[in-house]
């Protein structure tokens, strides 16, 4: 069974940073593999933040506007996210997926959470003003 754990949120004021690290078991880094990282505000849907492919490509959401950096080291089975110029509007639990890419995917369809099967318990990230 894949195992998911997110660490590295926290509280901060806004323009500072955060790195997200999320410890991955039990999956395999096939070249379809998938992993993302999606986020939810009390009240509020949840939302795909960044993903990343098996060869290191990836993709973020529009509100990120350069501000986050995904990535992963495989051979520590861990995905980061690297967070800066925090905002008060990016407090939210964040959490990381992994899945698969499917054969007909588009960059869009890869931050959408059907396409994730496993997911971590997330961790909160507060940025106050």
């Known amino acids: 069974q894949v195992h998911l754990v997110e660490s590295g949120g926290g509280s901060v004021q806004a323009g500072g940073s955060l790195r997200l690290s999320c410890v991955v078991s039990?999956?395999?880094?096939?070249?379809?593999?998938?992993m993302g990282w999606f986020r939810q505000a009390p009240g509020k849907e949840r939302q795909g933040v960044a993903a990343?492919?098996?060869?290191?490509?990836?993709t973020y959401g529009d509100f990120v506007q350069g501000r986050f950096t995904v990535s992963q080291d495989k051979d520590k089975h861990t995905l980061y996210l690297q967070m800066n110029t925090l905002e008060p509007e990016d407090t939210a639990m964040y959490y990381c997926?992994?899945?698969?890419?499917?054969?007909?995917?588009?960059?869009?369809?890869?931050?959408?959470?059907?396409?994730?099967?496993?997911w971590g318990q997330g961790t909160q990230v507060t940025v106050s003003s």
């Open positions: 997926a992994a899945g698969r890419k499917p054969w007909n995917w588009g960059w869009s369809s890869l931050l959408q959470s059907p396409l994730y099967d496993y």
């Open positions: 039990e999956y395999t880094y096939d070249r379809d593999a998938l």
């Open positions: 990343i492919l098996s060869d290191d490509r990836t």
